[in-house]
């Protein structure tokens, strides 16, 4: 980590704004006085996320689109550019999650997700390295997920995804530290966002393996948000908003067994309390 770095009127691209944690990290990052290209598939949200950043004194630029679209996603690029000049930053931050088998998990439902997620992700981060190096600096930066550091069931898939991102970001960032540009990834826990409803909608089971519902344990987006400008001001590799969950999820790497053990513990509970329920 270097000096902090002065935000204010270096632009933003937030990919996946119509809502939680991209949302809320667009009025963050117009807050301290960085121009914000809001691009997502949701005209409507991102006209009331622009206007509430304007109503408060910022700048921001609306592109419809959908991140698995290469093109789109160069459009992005160019329009945010005409729109505020250089751009500073790039957050990839599109992502959905599904429960599901593994298994059993179609072939087509698991490239769906890899094309969002992670491709996705890809479509926009390459692009803006390359603007970073022709302008000698820049940050980019993908929204992963505590889950990128371990597997759970029904979740391979998601799982997967974020671990893809988590791993490119670990490589690019050692590639382009030599040239001055700083890539993030970030690491959320559960988060009072869209992410769940639409995973529990998605449930083949009903089992809803990452539902946190029963204990309680989540973070708001804005505490995300606040996290990843604080990263953008004073850059490093990973982003992580739960430091208890960063230390277990170590312990989870050195002692692989114990894990499985809790994990077969709590899923036969839950297989449990489905059959209760359903009798």
Excluded at 261 to 276: N, Q
């Amino acid at each position: 980590m270097g000096a902090k770095v002065a935000l204010e009127g270096k632009p933003i691209i937030i990919t996946g704004a119509s809502s939680g944690i991209g949302a809320a990290t667009a009025i963050a990052c117009a807050n301290v006085g960085m121009p914000v290209a809001l691009f997502a598939r949701r005209e409507d949200k991102l006209n009331e996320l622009k206007s509430r950043i304007e109503q408060a004194g910022g700048s921001a630029l609306v592109v419809v689109g959908d991140v698995t679209d290469p093109q789109a996603n160069l459009d992005l690029l160019a329009r945010a550019q005409d729109a505020f000049g250089p751009i500073y930053a790039a957050l990839a931050n599109a992502g959905y999650g599904l429960e599901h088998e593994s298994a059993t998990m179609p072939i087509s439902d698991i490239r769906a997700m890899f094309e969002t997620n992670f491709f996705g992700s890809m479509h926009l981060i390459q692009p803006a390295i390359k603007h970073f190096r022709e302008q000698g600096t820049g940050h980019a930066m993908m929204v992963s997920s505590c889950l990128s550091k371990i597997g759970i069931p029904y979740y391979a898939c998601y799982c997967a995804t974020k671990a893809a991102q988590d791993k490119f970001c670990r490589s690019m960032r050692l590639e382009l530290a030599p040239e001055g540009i700083h890539v993030s990834s970030i690491h959320p826990v559960g988060t009072k966002t869209e992410f769940f409803e639409t995973a529990n909608a998605n449930t083949t089971n009903g089992l809803r393996v990452a539902s946190t519902k029963q204990n309680g344990f989540m973070q708001t987006p804005e505490r995300v948000a606040d996290a990843i400008v604080r990263c953008l001001r004073k850059p490093k590799g990973e982003v992580w908003t739960s430091f208890p969950t960063r230390f277990a999820l170590a312990g989870t790497v050195a002692f692989p067994s114990l894990t499985d053990a809790i994990f077969k513990r709590a899923l036969r509970k839950r297989l449990e309390r489905k059959k209760l329920k359903n009798q």
